[in-house]
Each structure stands twice: as structure tokens, then as C-alpha cells.
């Protein structure tokens, strides 16, 4: 419980610094919106080869997105060698992974929750019901867990603008797959029981993933 | 009888490698509570290595350290809550505020009544009217006058400071040694200018070449500390 606790109080520095700086939010959704603004142009007079794609559309988009958001977060901790301060406190490794995961859970729900209205009013789809919601808070922990764990990772590195994607769309794709054939399925009128396979998938990639990415960080953060 | 006491700190055999570079080579050392221990040495020494051990950011590679008897390895987070640590860089968020940071760095180390003691710490470093400022704004001096409040706002038993003084201005300095002798600290320290190091100092111990090059057990004469550093530089 302490953990946790101390894991909220590393998300809640995040979010304030957020608030003061607002670098992630606003440039990630300017980004966000200008790249469904450019599908929507692409598409724009084909109504139904736009509701073909528009599932794909979503979650490249918050892919990509969530990229420019994930590299931010532990930028943060290494100006200063923040990280370090971290790590001479008196919470354990896991702890710091836990604060950083929730931290990121949170900007890329957050950024999902500025988006999506974005893309249903250009694509002309509802995005607004209980199934699609749930698919993306599940996807959105899969992004958030992988994610915490190869920023950590790619931060050291002189490429890391580089360095993270290459090391995350490889893992993500099955999460992403899962999201778009789910999101279609939802989009063409199917109901929850349609895609319970994909939700399973997305479900044991977020336990698998966070689990292992939980357990593995301390190394991660130690070399 | 006398009565026996752990050493504050207790370094066995401690060595530490990057690739084959060997920064730390079968390094032993005790320091005793209470003791101001400066730890002299050229560049690449492996003065921060070793600091950088002893506060758990890096882990060794082999040898065993222990912290009034209690093993870094098996109990590192107990042992986390008693140290407070002063880097060449100031673990200070840059975008947030002092007064942010002091108090996220309170919550971590649970500490009670940290408004006040926050506000004591700034008032004692010169800070106090900066405390709303966000940290981006300050200067080197000021912010390494930041990161010395932080280190000490859960009142550590054992402080790590790795070159504290530098930046500070002399009142900045000499405040730094009031605060730090607060409570019979044990500190351990590194410095870059001899005179400096050894006044603060209460023993020195010279390194060279990740080994503890000259280590008497009471404090030198300050003739005895130029001479041994002249001969440390020589194997450098």
C-alpha cells in the first residue's frame, strides 16, 4: 500500500509539472489533431472509405502520440539527474516505475479524452459508448506499462528520440492490432461479446507487460 | 569496558568495473559515527563511484558495505531513509517551484511537519524568499543551496556530499558545515581544494586509482595530507 502511495506522489510531481510547464499535453494533441486533420483531408469526400479506416486512423494516431508523450516523461527526470534523486529515496525501484507508469497512464488517457471528440466530429463516428471506452483505458495501460519501461531505457541513450520508437512499435503492434479490429468491430455495430478475443488479447498483453516491465525496471534503472 | 559500536559506514573490499576499466579496486574503509570524513583524490579516483555506491545509485560489483552493521544489500531502503545526499548535480526539478520540490522530496521521505521544516531549512539558507520561484530561475549557487535543503529535510544520520561547496559563496559554505553539524552527523565528503576539505574535515583519506591510496586513522597533520596527495598524484 505504501508503494502505491509513494507511486501516486511520483505521478502527482508529473502532473504539476505538466500543469506548469504544459509541454507534453498541448504539443501531443496539436500533433494528434493535425494528424487526423490530414487523414480527414485524405478522405474527407469518401464518407464510407473513411469509416473503413477510421479505427486505423485512432490508433496510429495515439501510437504516434503517445511516443512524443512516453519520450517526454523521463526527459524530465534526467535533467538534473532527477531520476537519481529518486533513486536515494527511501521507496523501492518498483515504486518509481509504478509513479512513472501512472503518470504516463494518465497524459495519454488524457490526451485520448481531447482527441477523440476531434476525430468523431471530422469522421463522423461515435466514439462515445461503454465498449470503446473500455478498449481504450485497456489498450492505453498496455501503451502506458511498455512504454514507462523502454523510455526508462532509451533515456540514457544519445538517440532516444530514435531509440524508443524502435523499441516499442515492435512489442505494441499486438496491442495496436487488437485495439483497431476491436474498435471496427464496436464501430460496426457489434456489441461486447463480439470481442471478447481481441479484449483477451489486449488483457494478457497488460498483465504479461506490466508485470514483466514492473519487475525488470530496477535493472533498467540501475545500469 | 569499553563499549563496542558499529562503524557508521563500513566499506569490504568494494570493487566496481565499467566494461574492463576498473574504477573501484578491493576498496576498504570505516567511518566512525560522529566522524567528517573528506575523501581527497585526482580526477578519476573514483571518489563519485564510490559515493555514487554508498548512496545506492550504482550497485558494485563485488565487496559489501554496511551501514551501522546493517548490509546495503538486504536492506537498502531502511538505509535509504538515514542518508541524505548531495551530487554534482542537484536532483531539483527545474520547472516546479523550491517550495514544490522540497515538499515532493518530503512526501517521499515521509516527512511530519514538513512546512515547517521546510520553511526553517530556507530561512537558514537564504532561500526563503525565493521559495515561490521556480527553480529554472535560480542561479548555480542558489540552487546548490536548494539541494543541500533537500538533503537534509528528513534530518539524515549520515550525509553523502559529492564537491558540496561548490558554487556556494563563503556565508553559503559556512552555513552548509552549521547544518550539516546539526544533530552529530556522520558526513562524508569529497573535496577538490585541499585547505577547504581539510578544515571542514575531521579525518581525510586520499584516493588514487580506485584504491584507498593514504588512510590513517586519526586525523593528519595538514603537512602530512599535501605530501601524500603529491605522491597520490604521481601513480595517477
Known amino acids: 500500500m505504501r508503494e502505491i502511495a509513494k507511486a501516486f506522489t511520483i505521478a502527482a510531481k508529473d502532473v504539476l509539472t505538466e500543469i506548469r510547464t504544459r509541454e507534453i499535453i498541448s504539443s501531443v494533441v496539436v500533433f494528434a489533431v493535425l494528424v487526423i486533420v490530414i487523414f480527414n483531408f485524405a478522405f474527407g469526400s469518401n464518407q464510407q472509405a473513411a469509416g473503413l479506416v477510421a479505427p486505423g486512423i485512432i490508433w496510429v494516431t495515439f501510437a504516434f502520440a503517445g511516443i512524443l508523450s512516453l519520450n517526454r516523461s523521463f526527459i524530465l527526470e534526467k535533467e538534473e539527474d532527477c531520476i537519481e534523486g529518486l533513486m536515494v529515496a527511501p521507496i523501492s525501484r518498483e515504486s518509481i516505475y509504478l509513479g512513472k507508469f501512472f503518470g504516463n497512464l494518465f497524459f495519454i488517457l488524457l490526451i485520448q479524452a481531447i482527441v477523440i471528440p476531434v476525430f468523431s466530429l471530422l469522421f463522423n463516428v461515435g466514439f462515445f459508448n461503454i465498449e470503446l471506452v473500455l478498449i481504450t483505458v485497456m489498450a492505453s495501460v498496455g501503451f502506458a506499462s511498455v512504454g514507462t519501461l523502454f523510455a526508462a531505457m532509451a533515456v540514457s541513450t544519445r538517440a532516444r528520440e530514435l531509440v524508443l520508437p524502435v523499441l516499442f512499435f515492435p512489442v505494441i503492434t499486438p496491442v495496436i492490432i487488437a485495439a483497431v479490429n476491436a474498435s471496427a468491430a464496436i464501430l460496426d455495430g457489434g456489441v461486447l461479446s463480439s470481442i471478447t478475443q481481441w479484449l483477451g488479447i489486449i488483457g494478457a498483453f497488460d498483465v504479461i507487460f506490466l508485470v514483466a516491465s514492473y519487475l525488470i525496471f530496477c535493472f533498467i534503472i540501475e545500469e | ?236
Open chain 2, 1 to 236: 569496558m569499553a563499549v563496542e559500536t558499529n562503524p557508521a559506514v563500513e566499506v569490504k573490499n568494494l570493487s566496481r568495473t565499467f566494461g574492463t576499466f576498473e574504477a573501484l579496486k578491493n576498496l576498504s574503509l570505516a567511518v566512525r559515527p560522529g566522524e567528517t570524513l573528506a575523501i581527497f583524490g585526482h580526477n578519476g579516483a573514483g571518489k563519485t563511484t564510490l559515493l555514487k555506491i554508498l548512496s545506492t545509485v550504482m550497485k558494485p560489483t563485488g565487496g559489501e558495505i554496511y551501514y551501522g552493521g546493517l548490509s546495503i544489500a538486504a536492506d537498502a531502503e531502511n538505509i535509504r531513509r538515514r542518508l541524505g545526499v548531495v551530487s554534482h548535480r542537484s536532483f531539483l526539478y527545474s520547472s516546479l517551484t523550491a517550495y514544490d520540490n522540497l515538499v515532493f522530496y518530503s512526501r517521499l521521505y515521509d516527512v511530519a511537519g514538513y512546512e515547517t521544516r521546510i520553511k526553517h531549512l530556507l530561512n537558514q539558507l537564504g532561500l526563503r524568499s525565493r521559495m515561490y520561484d521556480k527553480v529554472g530561475t535560480f542561479s548555480r549557487g542558489m540552487s546548490q543551496r536548494l539541494a543541500i535543503a533537500r538533503a537534509l529535510l528528513h534530518r539524515p544520520e549520515i550525509v553523502l556530499m559529492d564537491e558540496p561547496e561548490s558554487g556556494l559563496d563563503s556565508s553559503a559554505m559556512d552555513t552548509l558545515w552549521q547544518l550539516m553539524r546539526e544533530d552529530c552527523r556522520t558526513i562524508i565528503f569529497t573535496h577538490h581544494n585541499l585547505e577547504r576539505g581539510f578544515q571542514a574535515a575531521s579525518r581525510v583519506v586520499i584516493m588514487a586509482r580506485g584504491r584507498m591510496f593514504f588512510c590513517p586513522d586519526i586525523k593528519c597533520s595538514p603537512g602530512e595530507l599535501e605530501k601524500a596527495y603529491a605522491s597520490s598524484l604521481e601513480t595517477a
